[in-house]
């Protein structure tokens, strides 16, 4: 993906949703896109697809699969490229599944819909999917309803759903923050399983710093549209250079913390995308911020081996010369100490 | 399989206990009313008048009345007509007609769902163009304006003139009897119910195309036609068969009106003509024979959903 | 602007100027102000009901002096609309009928709904068994042919207007119970518990005035959709011979009448098929624009 615009056209004015994205996954690589609600992972994932929903639209940029145009596709091409070049796995596995269908049948119609496997080829190809995605007793389920599925299940064949045809990448948008906590953990592991078993590339899209860890080798971080920091899931987990990265990395509840510590969340709220705040997007919010940050907008920079982060400061400095280390005030500028009038 | 039956076996008992209600409310009512007036040409001779008195059964209290009359019933002996001169036994007549009335009644619904549904997609998929707007408020207008002031319209065009350019599948004699005259009647009879059906199907399938199992369908690379139909028509056609049972009664309803319109020997005309004769054997007979027909329609519809739903089990 | 005032030991009076309040029904008014379809249908049912309350008074000629020219004359500029087949003037029986359709009309939706709201309430209020008996009633009664029995009740009870408001509404109460037991059942929830909470046992009837005025909306929208409903009704009936007897004129009547003429007369029938589709197409917009503006969905 290149530079990718997507904007909503709403009645209140254009949210531009996706402002300048780029990055590129690799054959078999787990990525994980992070941020928060609103960001705009979601949509970036969807426009891979060229599902973006009314009234959004893909108003410039580039996306290639495997060399191949996904934007310039033809209406029968991008028949083909769904769910065959690309699958696709959402969040809430009971709403996302047809509820008046049988889920082997659900299964089936992904793959009779590429005409890769002969009708035949597809029924006999159900259950072993099924099995491999740790459908228990799959045989009698491959008949069965999504009601009639646990939560975890209809993930699972969701999963089963969207590997059907042996896709180069599965996108998989929040497929655990409907699920209980341990249910998330199995269905993490399935993931990462599969991606050794099948090298199918994951994208893996989340709010959730934990499940990246535990699955992705790469990742990238997103806030109001952009990219902030992207690399690999080691490095920036130990050594996070913008400081929304930072801060979400210290929000994350941990047990070795003493209990009577709060929360450290970030404060303030997402920005409006309306109207983004001029300069660094994130500077009505960041701790460490600098005169620069209100005026310019900061380009990704190289900051490490293969790590690139979107800000002026970048923690290095923050912790030379502000103190980051000990600092327990993160509200927006307790770092830098900058308040303008 | 057996939830299901047992289900149809309720239902059953349940239409049979309507009809009885029903039945024996308007028998009494008219009794009570009408009483030894019903016979409709009574002889001046009070000997003969007697005697047909007895011979009707119209001399014995009503209850008594009405009980000879359901263990009759039950067995398929619905009486025999009042008026002079006719006297036949009732059930033969009746079961003929109904035939009638649910032939005319069965192409009506035909006519109402395939082109309700078909049209309310259609508006549905193209919302907001003008294709939808026209379509909006067609729909309102036409279930708006009448059955019978359809049937109206149609007959003149059909009558006067444009009979021509229509294949001769449209006929000039009102009447029964032909497959020709099938058509008139029964899109005089479905058209008001198709639009208030496409109507629903629209709304429906507006709901359910933001469904995000649609997305999901989208998203596995399904072509347009099989998402729109296989998924989404599928889910938003689940509503659309829960009117369907209130609209078959108000069908088999509305067709008294159009089978008196167009002299078509049905149940409906029966039914008129014997509230206008003061016949009122006929009268109760056919309202019982409605009321059953009214049930059994509506428990086919009923027994449609779990085809439709496969979370709805009995 | 807030003016207090204050004296010395005595609780300060404050006048708040609050910010205009808007209401439910304001809101709703505002939105269906905007619906040129509803504003259309509220001219036309003015216009119905100008006429039903003029007409006994007043019409261009008298609606029973026949040979008034030459029987199912086409229109002319003496007579817009023709005469029908005894030479009566057409327009002047036009708009003699809408007083029947209009009494009937309304007085059915509101016979029909009045019981339909009182058994609502009784029903989804108190639950129960006496929920089960009211809508056991219902749900027999609904598969019923509404036609055949307003038919049969008004061949026993005799022709005219007020049989004719009865037959109608004696089963057009089904809907509305049904709706009002819904809504009651839900609100009933909502309600039950603050004022059971806030002051012990409160009257039942207070309880209603709670739960109704919050139903209010939904049953409007229903009593508007009961009018032409029953103006078919009426429609049907007359079309039968059941109607109202001659010479009052119905348009359901002039219809039938004119049926007779429709291949060579077809302005006898046109003329009163068109003011029933008219007025019902009326009632429809409005009340379509009432349930759209009463939508809290629909709120900005």
Partial sequence: MEDLHTEFFTSGGTVTAVDGVSFEVRRGETLGVVGESGCGKSVTAMSILRLVSEPGKITSGSIKYDGKDVLQLSADELVDYRGNDVGMIFQDPMSSLNPVLKVGFQVEEAMRAHRRFSPKEARDRVVPLLKQVRIPDAEARARDYPHQFSGGMRQRAMIAMALANNPGLVIADEPTTALDVTVQAQIIELLRDLNEEMHTAIMLITHNMAVVASLCTRVIVMYAGQIVEEGPVEQIFENPQHPYTWSLLRSIPRVDEHEHERLRSIEGIAPDLLRPPAGCRFHPRCPFRVEQCYTDPPELELVGPDQEARCWVKMDRAYKEMGAADLFDVSPGAGSGYYPT | MRGTLIYTGQRLVLIAVTAVVVSSIVFIGIHIQAGTSMLSDRPADPVRLAQLLHQYNLDLPWPQQYWIWLTHAVRGDMGVSLTAGRGEPLTPVLLREARVSVTLGFFAILFTVGVGVGLGTLAAIRQNTWVDYVASTAAVITYSIPNFVWAFLLIILTVSGFYSWTNGTIYENIGWGTPEQIPVPALALGLPYAAIVARLTRASMLEVIRQDYVRTAWAKGLRGRVVMVRHALRNALIPVVTVLGPLATAIITGSVVIEYLFGIPGLGKEFVESILSRDYNITVAVFTAYALLIGFANLLVDLTYPILDPRIRY | ?300
């Fill in chain 3, 1 to 300: 602007m807030a003016t207090a005032t204050a004296s010395p030991g005595a609780i300060v009076d404050h006048e708040w100027d609050m910010p205009e309040q808007v209401s439910l029904w304001q809101d709703s008014w505002r939105r269906l102000r905007r619906n040129k379809l509803a504003l259309v249908g509220l001219v036309i049912v003015t216009l119905a009901l100008l006429s039903a309350v003029i007409s006994p008074f007043w019409t261009p000629y008298e609606t029973w002096r026949n040979a008034l020219g030459e029987t199912y004359a086409s229109p002319s500029m003496a007579h817009p609309l023709g005469l029908d087949s005894l030479g009566r003037d057409i327009l002047s029986r036009l708009l003699s009928g809408a007083t029947v359709a209009i009494t009937v009309g309304v007085g059915a939706s509101a016979l029909a709904s009045a019981f339909g709201i009182v058994l609502g309430l009784i029903a989804g209020f108190y639950r129960g068994k006496v929920d089960a008996v009211i809508s056991t009633f219902i749900n027999t009664w609904y598969g019923v042919p509404d036609l055949l029995v307003a038919m049969t009740l008004v061949v026993l009870l005799g022709r005219g207007v007020l049989n004719l408001v009865i037959a109608i509404a004696i089963t057009g109460w089904l809907g509305m119970a049904r709706l009002v037991r819904g809504q009651t059942l839900s609100l009933r929830e909502r309600e039950f518990n603050e004022a059971a909470r806030a002051s012990g046992t409160r009257n039942f009837s207070i309880i209603f005035k709670h739960i109704l005025p919050n139903a209010l909306g939904p049953i409007i929208v229903q009593a508007t959709y009961l009018v032409p409903a029953a103006i078919i009704f009426e429609a049907f009936l007359s079309l039968l011979g059941l109607g109202v007897p001659p010479p009052t004129p119905s348009w359901g009547d002039m219809a039938s009448e004119g049926y007779k003429s429709l291949q060579f007369a077809p302005h006898v029938v046109l003329a009163p098929s068109i003011a029933i589709s008219l007025t019902v197409l009326a009632f429809n917009w409005l009340g379509d624009g009432l349930r759209d503006a009463i939508d809290p969905r629909m709120r900005r």
